[in-house]
């Protein structure tokens, strides 16, 4: 499988426009003055984005498949990188917090530990170069009847 990826400069400063196999666009800028204007996330803080997202489709779809009553659904990434360049990330942690009517916490952990070992394959690449842990919360919520999120 192949994967293309096209970055166009469109400034000012170093705002970049960013779409992948044909995909919608982002756009990605730097928060450091005076070349960055802020108007997207820099490019490290994607990396971050990207393994949020890939770890949480795998958990949200696992939890699916186990019938778990998931109302809502969140992971947050928090990242150190070192301090000298090339600054790479050196410790990663991923909350998972799962909303829900009798959420089974072996559920939870079960989806998380197949996403980091078998299915997230950012996270896969980023365990290369840094130490990532985990944590979740299960946040008890009423399920709606015939809610879409709910599968």
């Known amino acids: 499988m192949t994967s293309k990826a096209q970055v ?3 400034g000012p400063g170093l705002r970049l426009v960013a779409e992948a196999n044909d995909g919608p666009a982002i756009v ?3 928060h450091r003055p005076p070349f960055g204007t802020n108007t997207g996330p820099a490019p490290m803080e994607l990396f971050l ?3 949020g997202g890939c770890t949480g489709m795998d958990v949200i779809s ?3 498949k186990k019938r778990q009553k998931v109302t809502g659904f969140q992971v947050k990434v928090e990242a150190e990188r070192a301090p000298t360049h ?3 990330y050196t410790k990663i942690h991923i909350e998972y917090i799962v909303y829900g009517e009798g959420i089974d916490p072996r559920a939870v952990e079960r989806a998380i530990e197949l996403s980091e070992t078998r299915y997230c394959s950012a996270s896969a690449m980023l365990r290369q170069v840094a130490e ?4 979740y919360r299960i ?3 009423r399920a709606v ?3 879409p999120i709910i599968r």
């Open 86 to 88: 090339p600054k790479v």
């Open 62 to 64: 696992i939890l699916a």
């Open 8 to 10: 166009t400069w469109v």
């Open 139 to 141: 946040i008890e919520e």
């Open 132 to 135: 990532i842990t985990n944590s």
């Open 49 to 51: 984005m990207g393994l």
């Open 28 to 30: 990605l800028d730097s």
């Open 145 to 147: 009847p015939n809610d």
